[in-house]
Nanobody
């Protein structure tokens, strides 16, 4: 069973930066891990869940609201997904969740329906 543990959230002032991490376990082989789509989603109070960024066989994708400020990457050796966030604004305040698809899933983008496994979430709070 694949498990995801995300971390790295915290409280920062506007203009600050954070790095979120998501460690995956339970993939039987490295190809199973690398063939999975992985993504970050977020949900602010009273708002619907929003896809932030994804990495899959096509490449990387970002929500318009974070382009140029957020960077998604992953370390295969560490089975870890990252989200580097700079120039944070209060509008970025949310619980951030990492997500992973089943192995051998293609072109997921930030469609939540494509993802099977979810982390527990990490709170990001940006104060003005």
């Amino acid at each position: 069973q694949v498990q995801l543990v995300d971390s790295g959230g915290g409280e920062v002032q506007a203009g600050g930066s954070l790095r979120l991490s998501c460690v995956a376990s339970g993939y039987s082989t490295i190809p199973h891990y690398t063939s999975s789509c992985m993504a970050w989603f977020r949900q602010a109070p009273g708002k619907e869940r929003e896809g932030v960024s994804a990495i899959d066989d096509v490449g990387t994708s970002y929500a318009d609201s974070v382009k140029g400020r957020f960077t998604i990457s992953r370390s295969i050796a560490k089975r870890t997904l990252y989200l580097d966030m700079i120039n944070l604004t209060p509008e970025d305040t949310a619980v951030y969740y990492c997500a992973a698809s089943r192995a051998w899933t293609r072109a997921c983008g930030v469609s939540a329906l494509r993802y099977t496994y979810w982390g527990q979430g990490t709170q990001v709070t940006v104060s003005s």
